[in-house]
């Protein structure tokens, strides 16, 4: 095969450069990126829904979507869920976990859902009634106990309360809120679990979003305790914002706590992640990888947050975890020798240079050995596409209706 000759030709490359190539591999076979459940079934925008054939319905559905998916990538055995729609008919988790285990998968981080009911129009812990906010840290504190039944140790809050208009409400009255309703449910949480603080510059709110950037969640985070840590949606930020310089204040400050990925070109469009800016994507594990390098204490729980509306979804999933790996890849080819030279000579060309040409590089070759010394085909989407899943579950989840999920 031409790839083994490609890979071959890039391990010379490499070990010329002082680089180790089993130490690159290993670092790939170990990554784990937890798969959205949310991410497999019917999904759109707020305009409407395409349907698409097969879509997952159930819970059991998606656990099985997932367990296709890790069968051909190999490096998702965990599905992240939402704690509303990951549920039994009959309001229960444990068979969740369990069915999950069966097929080779446990149960990653755990979304509460203080967005979807009426209750929450104005908010849930930031809401000026207090009877909502009650009823909000009540549904946190039964997070705390699902995600024990389902084995997790991960909380990944993201939160939809913020105003509409200039006035609406007290602004600092709304932090101080917030602290509070958070603080509840940390102090609810097991010793051993972490909480996630996701951020989101706007929507559903379209004036203030109470937690509303990386600052706001750090500086939550920070009062909360050492288990909170910020969660950064690659989707949630305003146009030109540079996100890898946020991963690398996180980094250093101890509070890079996940990922959320995806890929936007104007708001949160939740598209693949890589499909947009791939480069974007490389520069922010190259923070990662020089953070390690240095050894900073790296604990990150990585995760895909999309939508897909157009493309069928287990398609798009494996096409973005592929995206991951070759951004990961690349930015463990960095020369840093060379970086960390051109860096001590103020030579600014030579080092951008050293960035770039790790980027350039083909990685396919030595993600498909990768793959192969994991016991698994070189080419996850053609080896999916020939499995026969998708006609399968098209047939099967034919006359079961039809389930929409936000994403
Ligand atoms: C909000 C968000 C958040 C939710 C998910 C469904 O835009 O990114 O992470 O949990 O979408
Ligand atoms: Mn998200
Ligand atoms: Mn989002």
């Known amino acids: 095969m031409l790839w ?5 030709l890039l391990a010379q490359v490499l070990a010329d450069k002082g680089i180790d190539i089993e130490r690159v591999k290993d670092k790939l076979k170990k990554q784990v990126i937890e798969l959205p459940s949310w991410a497999v079934g019917n999904s759109g925008t707020r305009y409407g829904t395409f349907r698409e054939e097969g879509a997952a319905i159930t819970v059991w559905d998606r656990i099985d979507d997932c367990a296709e998916i890790q069968r051909v990538v190999g490096i998702c055995p965990v599905m992240a869920t939402h704690v509303l729609w990951d549920v039994t008919e009959d309001g229960k988790y444990e068979p969740v976990r369990e069915y999950a285990a069966e097929k080779g998968l446990r149960i990653g981080t755990v979304h509460p859902n203080t967005f979807m009911g009426q209750q929450f129009k104005f ?8 009877d909502v906010r009650r009823s909000t840290i009540e549904h946190f504190k039964d997070c705390v106990r699902i995600a024990r039944e389902l084995g997790s140790k991960t909380l990944g809050v993201w939160l939809a309360d913020g105003t509409n208009y200039p006035g609406q409400d007290k602004l600092r009255e709304r932090k101080h809120r917030l602290f509070a309703g958070l603080k509840e449910l940390y102090d609810a949480m097991d010793a051993d679990m972490t909480l996630l603080l996701e951020y989101k510059p706007f929507e559903p709110a379209f004036y203030t979003t109470d937690v509303m950037d990386w600052g706001m969640s750090y500086l939550m985070c920070t009062k909360m305790g050492d288990r909170a840590k910020v969660l950064v949606d690659l989707g949630h930020h305003l146009l030109g914002v540079n996100v890898e310089q946020i991963i690398a204040v996180l980094l250093d400050e101890g509070k ?3 990922f959320h990925f995806n890929n936007h070109k104007y708001a949160d469009d939740d598209l693949m992640v890589g499909s947009i800016d791939p480069y974007g994507l490389f520069l922010i594990f190259d923070q990662i990888i020089e953070a390690e390098e240095d050894n900073v204490d790296v604990d990150i729980v990585y995760m895909l947050d999309q939508s897909h509306n157009i493309e069928p979804s287990i398609e798009g999933i494996i096409q973005s975890v592929m995206n991951v790996q070759k951004a990961y890849a690349r930015a463990l ?3 840093r020798r060379k970086l960390q030279e051109a860096r001590q000579n103020g ?18 070759p030595l993600l498909n050995q990768v793959r192969v010394e994991m016991g698994i085909e070189p080419d996850p989407l053609l080896n999916y596409r020939r499995s026969g899943y998708a006609e399968k579950i098209a047939r099967e989840r034919k006359n079961k209706g039809a389930n929409t999920l936000g994403g």
């Open 4 to 8: 083994e000759k490609q890979y071959q």
């Open 123 to 130: 908010g849930s812990i930031c809401n000026p009634f207090a």
């Open 256 to 258: 890079m706590g996940g």
């Open 333 to 335: 080819l960095v020369d």
């Open 347 to 364: 030579d600014v060309i030579l080092a951008n240079r050293t960035l770039m040409e790790a980027f350039e590089i083909d990685v396919n």
